[in-house]
């Protein structure tokens, strides 16, 4: 056993996969004791906020500032404030003028700037433009001119008799420490459409779709392994039974199974583990395909007659002489019924299948409210990327672990 | 040919069988809901419709029309009957359209799309898993972990990705439906042209996906056959390697083609779900609009389709797979 472990730890293949599905679960256990809470809460009223560190407006005007003249401060507040509407728009204003700028990057804010300075003329209506476009472009040189000087916010308060009184004035050069600010939250992944912190929510989804795929594993390997067991040892007609039964649901796609039962158990009745449990029972039959094959190539073996011969029980042998020299095998089967079961869930909540959205979030659920609020074609990659990733990531671990452990055990397979 | 014939005898008795029993499940499986469907259906027809009479006529109606106040066996008879003669009943959610009408414009799809794009990506995936087992060295070390990566990216995931990278942000695609909105469907060029530009992502994500798999499959099947006497004992003879490596080539083949065969459904599954990211307007987009509308008949009639087309193409494999490989026959002889 210590030496099987030994040999398995040393194939750099299943070490490969064992460490990224460490991490994965570390991180799973880990991460909440940083950032505790309900995943599932809504700390957001809008939908899909950009991944970043949100500072309190509020708090930020009430903290103590410092002075700091940055060179490049004015540069990037140009270039931040300067929208690329507004781009687009300058370089209308110089092609309406018949300025030649085929040197011109739209992206470089100075020299787009510095062409805007020197040809822009507030007189001079150009051929052809309406007249709230030249306003437009009156107001676009005007708040240019504005963050260009630098002029000053006031931030007024209500006083006693209902007039605004000023309490702060804030210079382009005033600065705030972030660890002065009362509030400041860190969305590394941002929010969903709900509102939620994408990050907390995923972390919650994958333990929980991680667990579904090891329920689903076990269920599925339970049943595909008693049935291999039985039909590889005892042969003739429970043989055949089992076989019959393993062949019809070999040809009939796992899937459409799937989406038969878990749409007659209805939303209601479909929690995380009866979703497991419906994916490991439809996905069993290629376990107990192997494992039969496996059984019967030990059926006859010395030991086995031997103990048939000492009268031990079917328990017994089963248990001594056989589950031992299959249980690598078993293992294996295993790790890839827990991925393929990762898998299962995913689609089938994207088809709307899924466990009932209310208590956990999974993987295939915040799959699909990603996509029922079509994150993928309004450019927020964080609701449905970062899942992905982490799908494929567990599976790809799972699978590599296999693959090592398949090398171990199967002396032809090593490279 | 005798034992052909007997080979092919005892598959089409167990493709027989197999479909029965996949009629059977797919009966009486949305049957052990234990809501009433029809209540259901009632309930939405009805709507605001307070007038419990009137709700009770609809019940009725419904009942009726699905023949839920039959006995259990007369159901299925009458299930049996409609069934053979394409008659799924009407849709719900596209309320007057027939069932099979819905299917019978979405299955063209689903077959265009899937079966030369898993063809695509089981070849590719062979020849590439073949080549990283034969040249070894550079090819192998970068092809492996990419492949093993690719084949772990679920289908709708790498749906995902081409569509953001080559619909959203390069535009060289459309992102959604199988052909422009604004046209209808008719035989000239703007129509081809528009379907074979839509047909590009779906089609692309399925290939990518298969080809990891297929690869990682065959590499260790060919070096397995690499390591086999008889090739040692062809390289002693002299026999030219190019020859050799035809024949590792056919008997890594073989397991391939029953790999595919069992792996069809799983990998139509996949693909069915990936149709829904692009809105192709196939099956599997058919099937989550019917899951979405809660429309029980297209859901029960589309399950039953994809079984079908799947039996089909398993014992297609099948039969293909008696010819390319004489000792699957000769097993059935003996």
Request: charged share 15%; with cysteine.
């Amino acid at each position: 056993m210590k030496n099987t472990l030994r040999q398995v730890f040393h194939s750099p293949k299943f070490v490969g996969g064992f460490v990224i599905f460490l991490a994965i679960l570390l991180t799973m256990f880990i991460y909440p004791l940083f950032n505790p809470g309900n995943p599932l809460q809504q700390i957001g009223v809008g939908t899909f906020a950009k991944p970043g560190t949100y500072v309190s407006l509020y708090d930020a005007t009430k903290a103590k500032t410092e002075t700091f003249r940055l060179p490049e401060a004015a540069e990037n507040r140009l270039a931040a404030s300067l929208t690329d509407e507004d781009r687009v728009a300058m370089i209308e204003y110089f092609n309406a003028m018949e300025i030649d700028i085929s040197d011109l990057d739209m992206d470089d804010t100075d020299a787009l700037l510095q062409m805007w300075e020197e040809n822009y003329d507030p007189s001079v209506r150009p051929k052809g433009m309406t007249g709230a476009r030249v306003n437009y472009f009156k107001r676009l040189n005007n708040s240019l001119q504005d963050l260009k000087s630098g002029d000053t916010l006031i931030i007024a308060e209500e006083g006693e008799d209902g007039e605004l009184v000023e309490s702060k004035k804030i210079t382009t050069t005033d600065y705030v420490n972030t660890n002065a600010v009362a509030n400041v939250k860190t969305l590394p992944l941002g929010t969903d459409n709900f509102g939620r912190d994408v990050l907390k929510e995923l972390v919650s989804a994958t333990g929980t779709s991680i667990m579904i795929g090891l329920l689903a594993g076990t269920v599925a390997t339970i049943i595909g392994l008693s049935f291999g067991l039985l039909a590889g040892y005892l042969g003739g007609f429970v043989d055949d039974f089992i076989m019959f039964i393993t062949n019809i649901f070999t040809v009939i796609p796992g899937f459409v199974l799937l989406i038969l039962i878990s749409y007659s158990i209805g939303q209601e009745q479909r929690g995380a583990a009866v979703v497991a449990t419906v994916i490991g029972l439809t996905g069993w039959t290629w376990t107990a395909r192997s494992v039969r094959s496996q059984v019967i190539s030990l059926r006859n073996r010395d030991h086995v007659n031997l103990s048939k011969l000492s009268g031990h029980s079917l328990l017994r042998i089963i248990l001594t002489d056989i589950l031992p020299y299959i249980a690598s095998y078993v293992v294996m089967a295993f790790i890839l019924q827990v991925s393929s079961g990762i898998l299962a869930e995913a689609q089938l909540s994207l088809l709307g299948l899924g466990p009932r959205t209310t208590e956990v979030p999974t993987l295939g659920l915040m799959m699909n409210w990603a996509m029922l609020y079509s994150a993928h074609t309004n450019g927020s990659w964080w609701a449905y990327f970062p899942v992905i990733l982490v799908i494929t990531l567990i599976s790809f671990s799972l699978n590599l672990m296999n693959t090592g452990l398949d090398q171990v055990f199967n002396p032809t397979l090593r490279d | 040919m005798k034992g052909y014939r007997k080979y092919f005898g005892k598959k089409i008795f167990w493709f027989v069988l197999t479909f029965v029993a996949a009629v059977i499940l797919n009966f009486i499986l949305p049957r052990l809901m234990p809501a009433d469907p029809v209540a259901s259906i009632t309930g939405k027809l009805a709507g605001g419709n307070a007038d419990a009479q009137a709700v009770a006529r609809i019940y009725e109606h419904y009942q009726e029309e699905f023949g839920t106040n039959l006995p259990m066996y007369q159901q299925f008879l009458r299930f049996c009957k409609n069934a053979i003669h394409g008659n799924f009943g009407l849709s719900f959610s596209q309320y007057p359209r027939s069932v099979s009408d819905i299917i019978g414009s979405a299955i063209g799809w689903t077959i265009a799309l899937q079966l030369p794009a898993i063809i695509v990506g089981w070849l590719l995936g062979n020849i590439l898993g073949a080549l990283a087992a034969y040249i070894r060295k550079g090819f192998d070390k970068v092809l492996m972990p990419v492949s093993l990566f690719l084949s772990n990216v679920p289908a709708f995931g790498m749906a995902v990705v081409l569509l953001v990278i080559f619909g959203v942000y390069l535009k060289v695609a459309p992102i959604s439906g199988g052909y422009a909105f604004d046209m209808i469907p008719h035989l000239s060029w703007d129509f081809i042209k528009s379907v074979i530009s839509h047909y590009q992502l779906p089609f692309w994500s399925i290939v990518l996906v298969s080809i990891g798999g297929q690869a990682v499959g065959m590499r260790s099947m060919s070096i397995y056959e690499l390591n086999a006497d008889y090739v040692k004992y062809s390289r002693f003879l002299g026999i030219k390697d190019r020859k050799i490596v035809g024949y590792v080539f056919r008997n890594a083949m073989l397991p391939q083609v029953t790999g595919l065969a069992l792996s069809i459904g799983t990998m139509i599954g996949g693909a069915l779900v990936a149709e829904i990211i692009f809105s192709y307007p196939g099956l599997g987009s058919t099937m989550y609009a019917a899951v979405t509308a809660a429309d029980y008949p297209l859901i029960s009639a589309t399950t039953l389709i994809i079984t079908i087309m799947v039996l089909i193409v398993t014992f297609l494999l099948d039969i293909i797979y008696g010819f390319i490989d004489p000792r699957v026959k000769a097993a059935q002889v003996e």
